[in-house]
C-alpha cells in the first residue's frame, strides 16, 4: 500500500505563487507515474499535471501551462506542483495521485487551495 499525504495548500491573492508536496510512503513510488489533480466546488475532478517515473517527462492541462510545474524527488519519495501566478479559477482541493502499470492506482487527502481576486 501507498500513503500520500498533501500539504502546501493556503490561501493567496491572485498572481501569488504556492507550492504543493505529496509525501509518499509505505513503499517506493520511484517506479510510479505521479499526478496532481483537482476539484473545484460543483465540478469534477480534473487533471493538472503528470510525470513520468524517471521524472524526464510530464504532461499538463492547457489551463495550468506555463504556470505550473511538477517535479519529484524520487531519494525522498516526494512530488512537487509549483504554481505561479495564480488565477481565482485555480481554486479546488488538489489531490496527489500515484500509479503503476494500471496496476495501483492510489490518491491523498487533498489539500484546499484558495485564490482570491
Known amino acids: 500500500q501507498v500513503q500520500l499525504v498533501e500539504s502546501g495548500g493556503g490561501l493567496v491573492q491572485a498572481g501569488g505563487s504556492l507550492r504543493l508536496t505529496c509525501a509518499a510512503s509505505?513503499?517506493?513510488?520511484?517506479?510510479?507515474?505521479m499526478g496532481w489533480f483537482r476539484q473545484a466546488p460543483g465540478r469534477e475532478r480534473e487533471f493538472v499535471a503528470t510525470i513520468r517515473s524517471s521524472g524526464d517527462r510530464t504532461s499538463y492541462a492547457d489551463s495550468v501551462k506555463g504556470r505550473f510545474t511538477i517535479s519529484r524527488d524520487n531519494a525522498k519519495n516526494t512530488v512537487y506542483l509549483q504554481m505561479n501566478s495564480l488565477e481565482p479559477g485555480d481554486t479546488a482541493v488538489y489531490y496527489c495521485?500515484?500509479?503503476?502499470?494500471?496496476?495501483?492506482?492510489?490518491w491523498g487527502q487533498g489539500t484546499q487551495v484558495t485564490v482570491s481576486s
Open positions: 495521485n500515484a500509479r503503476y502499470m494500471g496496476i495501483y492506482d492510489y
Open positions: 509505505g513503499r517506493t513510488v520511484s517506479s510510479y507515474t
